[in-house]
């Protein structure tokens, strides 16, 4: 047996044979032509039907219509358009049929850009593959269909753009291996649609093809020719992962209740537009967390307003009415990014990060709030501002968004005056104060991995601590407890968005307190909603009431086990 150790992209565990995926290659024929013009018509067309075949397939594919459809179509279309440009000019200069120009201009284009390791470019490179290799298909009369054989295969390659994988038919589809590509590419994006394990960063080798091998996606391994152990306890494991999914499939279209009906909202995190697929597969009811400083850690330069606000616009839209909180940049600490210049710091967590940033640094926050206020004519966005620790914060906060506003007005830009400003209890100063901070914003959300961080003095990455790091500590849950009790006086929402929210031992605990909203990962939408709806608000209260009466963490981990459901 071989084990292979990589990112898994997407849970869930495949068993069976592998079939190793070579690019389709195309021997072309080079011939002069006389007829310019109508060699470039030739071409003009195929380019059409290519288009028009894309635009057929990925409407066909996608389940949620409008975001990743949009996008990749999006992606090949404007790809396709400066290739078209460089084709033309080779029919042109070199007078040689289309179908030989489409192969060489790919070729050179490759070529030149294959050392480069951004996967922004990679993923253009695989377009514009994809797109010639259809090109010529059309040209030349050779369909690229991708031909997996009669039996479930898990498919193993070097890379695989999105296209290919909705070429190769679904039900033989048991599992993807790719060496190339990142969980945030797209082709990793529909493999968590498609509800299949993805593997990345696998060194394959096609000499495995036809040998029988285990993805997990939970762990990232693959195993070749597993032994019979193996074979044994990964066969249990599979059983069990669809048993779990059956039953949360159940789910789906369901009401966020608790046994005695008090309505719940569950809302998704996300880090960047791609993740809004899986939170509406899931059943999200709005996003409770768009981490957006992603925005700026996956660009090699300040966004621009431009660029922020496409994305907001295009997740709100998505999102089609549904609530989208959106926190402002929480760059600093574990999350740097060198072209801010920040100094290098002795504690970064406790330095210059997140709203100090912003509030010093006015010019870039700036421009995010009015990508932000400009979106929010497009859907129902909030903003939350992250890391705040006075009462005075947020009125500073308050006077840069009414000098953005008045900047919008005067340059005769559209934006929504009435956006819903919420801010990050996640501080021990901003539990402290959060009867004040309540009267002056219209919800919280409970940050429990910096509350925790921050209550204990336990660095949050330091595995030498890890143990002393407990949400379960008296002090972290207290906390808790008085952060909704205040947004409860001041008659606003308070819901929870750091992983504690997710946390099935917690939920009696948060339901009692009265939590409005849990925004939870995607896959743990459907868990969330399961666990919410086992408990009645008295059941709770009685968890809570005992747990209320710990002094340790230890005492207080007991007695939720111990109700556990
Ligand atoms: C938190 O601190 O709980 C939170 C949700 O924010 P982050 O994990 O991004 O710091
Ligand atoms: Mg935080």
Request: hydrophobic content about 40%; aromatic content about 8%.
């Amino acid at each position: 047996m071989d084990v292979y150790k990589g990112t898994g992209a997407f849970s869930g565990i495949a068993i069976g044979k592998i079939l190793y995926y070579h690019k389709s290659e195309y021997q072309m024929r080079q011939y002069e032509i006389t007829d310019v013009k109508t060699e470039l018509n030739i071409f003009r067309q195929a380019r059409t039907r290519v288009m028009e075949q894309l635009e057929d397939l990925y409407e066909k594919n996608c389940i949620i219509q409008g975001t990743q459809a949009e996008i990749f179509l999006r992606q090949n279309l404007l790809e396709g358009k400066s290739f078209q440009r460089a084709i033309e000019s080779v029919i042109q200069s070199e007078k040689v049929n289309s179908a030989y120009a489409v192969m060489t201009t790919r070729d050179e284009m490759l070529k030149t850009f294959r050392t480069l390791e951004e996967p922004a470019i990679k993923e253009r490179l695989d377009n514009m593959r994809e797109i010639s290799d259809r090109l010529i298909g059309e040209l030349g009369g050779i369909s690229p269909r991708i031909d997996l054989g009669d039996e479930p295969v898990i498919v193993v390659t070097e890379s695989i753009t999105p296209t290919e994988l909705m070429e190769m038919d679904k039900d033989k589809l048991m599992a993807i291996v790719t060496h190339h590509g990142s969980d945030m590419s797209h082709a990793a994006i529909m493999a968590k649609t498609m509800n299949i394990p993805a593997l990345l960063e696998i060194d394959t080798d096609s000499e495995w093809d036809g040998r029988q091998a285990i993805v997990d996606g939970y762990t990232g391994t693959l195993y070749i020719d597993p032994d019979e152990e193996t074979m044994k306890v990964m066969t249990e494991k599979r059983e069990e992962d669809r048993r779990q999914k059956t039953l949360l499939e159940e789910l789906k279209g369901k009401e966020n209740v608790t046994l005695s009906g008090q309505k719940i909202n569950v809302y998704a995190n996300i880090g960047n537009l791609s993740d809004v697929g899986a939170v509406l597969k899931n059943d999200a009811g709005g996003i409770g967390l768009f981490r957006s400083e992603f925005l700026y850690l996956e660009n090699s330069d300040f966004p621009t307003e431009e660029q922020q606000f496409a994305v907001y616009k295009q997740v709100a839209e998505n999102m089609a009415g549904k609530k989208v909180i959106i926190r402002t940049l929480d760059i600093g600490a574990d999350k740097q990014v060198d072209y801010f210049g920040l100094d290098k710091e002795e504690n970064p967590a406790l330095g210059y990060r997140a709203i100090r940033i912003c509030l010093t640094r006015k010019e870039i926050f700036k421009t995010q709030l009015r990508a932000l206020y400009r979106a929010a004519m497009f859907g129902n966005i909030s903003i939350m501002f992250p890391m705040i620790i006075s009462v005075a914060e947020v009125h500073e906060i308050k006077a840069i968004i009414a000098e953005v506003k008045e900047e919008l007005k005067n340059e005769g830009i559209p934006f929504k005056d009435d956006v819903e400003l919420g801010v990050m209890i996640e501080t021990p100063a901003s539990v402290m104060i959060s009867r004040e901070l309540a009267k002056e914003v219209d919800f919280f959300s409970v940050g429990t991995n910096d509350l925790t961080q921050y209550t204990m003095a336990v660095d949050r990455g330091n595995s030498k601590v890890a143990y002393l790091y407990s949400v379960y500590n008296p002090a972290v849950i207290r906390s808790i407890k008085r952060i909704i009790s205040a947004a409860a006086n001041e008659n606003i929402i308070a819901g929870m968005c750091g992983e504690a929210a997710a946390d099935p031992l917690l939920t009696p605990l948060l339901i009692s307190f009265g939590l409005k909203e849990f925004s939870v990962n995607a896959s743990s939408i459907l868990r969330t909603r399961a666990q919410i709806a086992k408990w009645t608000k008295a059941e709770a209260d009685k968890v809570a009431d005992e747990v209320m009466k710990c002094a340790t963490q230890e005492e207080v981990y007991e007695i939720l086990k111990r109700y556990q459901r």
